[in-house]
């Protein structure tokens, strides 16, 4: 499945779900999907990973992670992860890698802080 696909069947109709404003970014150098609600932010970047063994590696391109670690030194902690795995989409903490077990959906948790008035 592509990022887009993932988007589109997934991502999307879950925000409208939960009333958030959400925006598809083509453009390189800022987090694929854009959401909000309530004057605040969420940024997640997306990435499908299909390997069934070992870690699990989203395909980071030069520069993703500097910029997200860049972005919470100042201050900015509302950017996540949604890696679409094994048929299932997932919120994490931006990272390098992920063991299978450390894959624990934390949406509930990041889109909370949207729904703070």
Same mark, same amino acid.
């Given at each position: 499945?592509?990022?887009?696909?993932? $988007?589109?069947? %997934?991502?999307?109709?879950? #925000?409208?779900?939960?009333?958030?404003?959400?925006? !598809?970014?083509? +453009?390189? &150098?800022? *987090? =694929?999907?854009?959401? /909000?609600?309530?004057? @605040?932010?969420? %940024?997640?970047?997306?990435? #499908?990973?299909?390997?069934?063994?070992?870690?699990?590696? *989203?395909? %980071?391109?030069? &520069? +993703?992670?500097? %910029?997200? !670690?860049?972005? /919470?030194?100042? &201050? @900015?902690? @509302?950017? #996540?992860?949604?890696? $679409?795995?094994?048929? +299932?989409? $997932?919120?994490? *903490? *931006? !990272?390098? @890698?992920? /063991? !299978?077990?450390?894959?624990? #959906?934390?949406? =509930?948790?990041?889109?909370?802080?949207?729904?703070?008035?």
């Amino acid at each position: 499945m592509t990022e887009s696909e993932v $988007y589109e069947k %997934w991502v999307r109709p879950m #925000c409208r779900e939960e009333g958030l404003f959400v925006m !598809r970014v083509e +453009q390189p &150098g800022v *987090p =694929d999907v854009y959401m /909000a609600k309530n004057g @605040n932010v969420l %940024w997640g970047e997306l990435k #499908c990973v299909s390997k069934k063994i070992g870690l699990i590696k *989203p395909s %980071w391109r030069p &520069g +993703q992670l500097s %910029w997200i !670690r860049l972005n /919470a030194h100042y &201050g @900015n902690k @509302n950017i #996540c992860l949604i890696l $679409y795995y094994e048929g +299932q989409v $997932y919120f994490l *903490p *931006p !990272r390098e @890698n992920y /063991a !299978r077990e450390e894959l624990v #959906c934390l949406k =509930d948790l990041y889109l909370k802080n949207l729904k703070t008035i």
